[in-house]
């Protein structure tokens, strides 16, 4: 059995198709170590509380999210993971990733599963994915054991700078980055 870590970030609208993916990859036998931003941890919205959705996350992987530097920072040393999934993974994720911050459970969790020379899927969600995430995302793309889901522009004619990863393709995305490959195309 692979272990993937599946590290959310605060793109609300988002969490319940990631939520889905999960859930497959549970099923298909999948052991899956979830991992939460500080705003996914903390932050209740419109699309719901945050204790409701560690809850959530804990009743269908069978592990407590990971969600303090402390509890993420073993995952490169110790060779937790196979893979590493970061979805959805907002602007402000993708900027601390770029330039190696690792301030948040997230970008820290990546950075430590880079470190031992793993490979990690990025399913972007971002409203600046085409203006000021765009620089972030092409600095990624040259990084190597950074693979990313297929994405499209989810709504071009009234955000015509967002763009949302295709979440159900993140299942093969982390099979053929398992394999140093790249599903093609990356932008649909």
Same mark, same amino acid.
């Given at each position: 059995?692979?272990?993937?870590?599946?590290?959310?970030? &605060?793109?609300?609208?988002?969490?319940?198709?990631? !939520?889905? $993916?999960?859930?497959? +990859?549970?099923?298909?036998?999948?052991?899956?170590?979830?991992?939460?931003?500080?705003?996914?941890?903390?932050?209740?919205?419109?699309?719901?509380?945050?204790?409701? !959705?560690?809850?959530?996350?804990?009743?269908?992987? &069978?592990?407590?999210?990971?969600?303090?530097?402390?509890?993420?920072?073993?995952?490169?040393?110790?060779?937790?993971?196979?893979?590493? $999934? $970061? *979805? /959805?993974?907002?602007?402000?994720?993708?900027?601390? #990733?770029?330039?190696?911050?690792?301030?948040? /459970?997230?970008?820290?969790?990546?950075?430590?599963?880079?470190?031992?020379?793993?490979?990690?899927?990025?399913? @972007?969600?971002?409203?600046?994915?085409?203006? &000021?995430?765009?620089?972030?995302? *092409?600095?990624?793309?040259?990084?190597?054991?950074?693979?990313?889901?297929?994405?499209?522009?989810?709504?071009?004619?009234?955000? /015509?700078?967002? +763009?949302?990863?295709?979440?159900?393709?993140?299942?093969?995305? @982390?099979?053929?980055?398992?394999? &140093?490959?790249?599903?093609? /195309? #990356?932008? #649909?």
């Amino acid at each position: 059995m692979k272990t993937v870590g599946f590290a959310l970030c &605060g793109s609300f609208c988002t969490l319940s198709r990631v !939520f889905v $993916v999960v859930e497959r +990859m549970v099923k298909d036998g999948w052991d899956v170590v979830p991992i939460l931003s500080f705003c996914a941890s903390e932050m209740d919205t419109r699309f719901g509380k945050a204790a409701d !959705f560690c809850d959530q996350l804990e009743e269908i992987c &069978g592990h407590k999210p990971l969600r303090t530097l402390q509890e993420v920072e073993p995952i490169g040393p110790k060779q937790l993971l196979d893979v590493l $999934v $970061v *979805a /959805p993974c907002t602007g402000s994720t993708l900027a601390r #990733i770029a330039h190696g911050l690792s301030d948040t /459970p997230v970008s820290l969790a990546v950075k430590s599963q880079l470190r031992v020379e793993r490979p990690v899927v990025i399913a @972007v969600s971002s409203n600046d994915a085409l203006a &000021g995430s765009a620089k972030n995302i *092409a600095e990624l793309l040259c990084r190597r054991n950074v693979y990313f889901t297929p994405m499209r522009q989810d709504a071009p004619m009234t955000k /015509p700078r967002s +763009m949302v990863a295709v979440m159900e393709d993140i299942p093969k995305t @982390v099979q053929a980055a398992l394999e &140093g490959k790249q599903v093609q /195309p #990356i932008l #649909i």
